[in-house]
């Protein structure tokens, strides 16, 4: 309510001292803070990826994924990594995902709700002034006032209250800190949401063009064993060869008919999965292809030092703000079992019927400051203390087990493109062996040099080689993600987080009027429960 010049209450001089010593004393306890200060761990000494230092790894004579990769110490990670590969395909299904999983709307929603409750937590830095507006009707007994009648009396009164609560021991303080603690581990759950994603994007398309790579090749050896067969059927109605023979090809052709189905499935489910990552239904398939000679592999391959390796992996980074979020816990914890600090103050004015507010001789004002001293619980704040302190303590185990994973999960993704390389360059010598054999067999066999069960087993082994080297391909784009995503992904080279996320620090702020007011029908879901 908006004062009257002539009707304005002044305060007495003589106030100020009563409030004087007490803040004086919360002035000179300002600065303390309570409980530890948080110190981020440091890398670990002597820690590396593996005792041999693995540089290049082998080459294959072959254009799919055959190139020898080179391991570049300290190469930084681009954001995007996903588009060493060279595949807009590619490149366009992780932007959709990116856009439309709902994994990730979640975890930003998440981060949001965070950083909302780090501006709550600060508002508690500041005083708080309400305002209260009153008028009420009252009938008194003339019994108990001694008048002859019963009075009915008006009374109305308005005021203005303010409450603070210095943070003299810095509960609050660590309290935000703890928040923003939490905010920071949000932050990186949404980049390890990210990650996760990418990787799992470009893995998932990596697997559709294995399996579509091995369909063809099992069709191919469909098509050879159907010939094969018509030529032994030719040679059976010339009384050449026996019925076992034919019989044993028509066996053999079936087999290998009925791997195409698993292989059919593996492929239908693969791209439900596909879909699935990128926010659509099955039957929102719009038909991307992937084959293997469709992506490049990447040659330059970036190996972090072991001290930014630690820094780089999010999930590391998520560990260490629990562990941040756990020290501050301990501070609050500290500060509850210290005296706390309250002062507060109204100012107002209260008049009966027939008067106006704000009238000479109508002010009221009132300031009071407490301290309050917990002198006996049994013993609960100490036993929440000693519980914060075991939290830090196993925040502390988590944080070194995080690490130790993040340092094996490199040293994997190594020797795993180490042997994918050496298991590819035998394969694909494997493979034309195989074939070299099967042709040779095939031309003994219609000479009448050899019997039907060398070319069966010829034709087998072809088949078996032909398969394993498109898995070893396959292995090597797959391993090549994994040492990405097991370095972090390069997330600190991108802007992509939505700036929502980060909420605003609002001092002052009323319900909408949309909120006050219901709507007489169903809302409409919010648009990231909108299936579009």
Request: charged share 20%.
């Amino acid at each position: 309510m908006k004062e009257h010049p002539r009707q304005r209450v002044s305060r007495p001089q003589h106030v100020a001292h009563l409030l004087a010593p007490l803040s004086l004393l919360c002035l000179a306890l300002a600065g303390c803070t309570v409980g530890p200060d948080f110190v981020r761990p440091d890398a670990p000494a002597n820690a590396d990826y593996s005792r041999e230092k693995l540089s290049t790894t082998a080459q294959a004579d072959i254009d799919t994924g055959g190139a020898a990769q080179r391991l570049i110490a300290g190469m930084d990670i681009p954001g995007q990594w996903w588009a060493l590969f060279r595949s807009p395909a590619l490149n366009a299904l992780v932007e959709e995902a990116l856009r439309a999983n709902p994994d990730v709307s979640a975890a930003q929603a998440a981060l949001r709700q965070a950083n909302e409750l780090v501006y709550a937590d600060q508002a508690s830095l500041f005083p708080s002034v309400s305002g209260n507006v009153q008028k009420a009707r009252e009938k008194v007994s003339g019994v108990t006032s001694g008048l002859p009648e019963s009075p009915i009396l008006t009374v109305s009164s308005a005021s203005l209250s303010v409450s603070y609560a210095p943070d003299v021991f810095g509960g609050t303080r660590r309290q935000i800190e703890a928040t923003s603690a939490q905010a920071e581990y949000q932050r990186f759950q949404l980049e390890a949401t990210y990650l996760t994603l990418t990787a799992n994007v470009v893995n998932t398309a990596i697997s559709l063009a294995s399996v579509r790579d091995q369909i063809a090749v099992t069709e191919e050896i469909i098509r050879l064993q159907g010939g094969q067969l018509d030529l032994l059927q030719a040679q059976r109605r010339l009384g050449a060869i026996s019925d076992a023979d034919v019989l044993t090809q028509q066996t053999a052709l079936a087999q290998s008919r009925a791997t195409l189905p698993p292989l059919q499935k593996q492929l239908a489910q693969t791209r439900n999965q596909l879909m699935a990552y990128l926010g659509r239904f099955p039957n929102q398939d719009q038909g991307e292809r992937f084959n293997l000679a469709s992506l490049q592999l990447p040659q330059a391959l970036p190996v972090s030092l072991p001290s930014d390796m630690v820094a780089q992996r999010p999930d590391v980074r998520s560990a260490q703000a629990q562990l941040h979020q756990a020290s501050a816990d301990i501070g609050v914890a500290v500060a509850n079992q210290l005296p706390q600090f309250s002062i507060t103050g109204s100012l107002g004015s209260t008049v009966a019927g027939g008067t106006k507010l704000f009238s000479s001789g109508s002010g009221v004002w009132s300031l009071a400051g407490a301290i309050t001293q917990p002198l006996f619980d049994a013993g609960a704040l100490e036993h929440r203390k000693r519980a914060a302190v075991a939290a830090y303590d196993e925040s502390a185990a988590r944080y070194r087990g995080t690490v130790l994973t993040a340092f094996q999960d490199v040293a994997n993704a190594l020797r795993a493109l180490e042997a994918d390389a050496d298991a590819l360059n035998q394969q694909v010598v494997a493979e034309r062996s195989a074939q070299a054999s099967l042709d040779l067999v095939q031309t003994q066999f219609r000479l009448g040099a050899v019997a039907y069960i060398n070319l069966l087993n010829a034709q087998q082994t072809y088949q078996n080689t032909a398969l394993a080297r498109v898995r070893a391909q396959a292995a090597r784009y797959s391993d090549t993600t994994a040492l990405f995503q097991a370095l972090g992904g390069g997330w600190w080279n991108r802007t992509d987080v939505d700036p929502a996320t980060k909420g605003r620090p609002d001092r002052f702020g009323l319900p909408s009027w949309q909120e006050i007011m219901p709507a007489t029908k169903k809302p409409a879901p919010s648009d990231s429960a909108r299936f579009d």
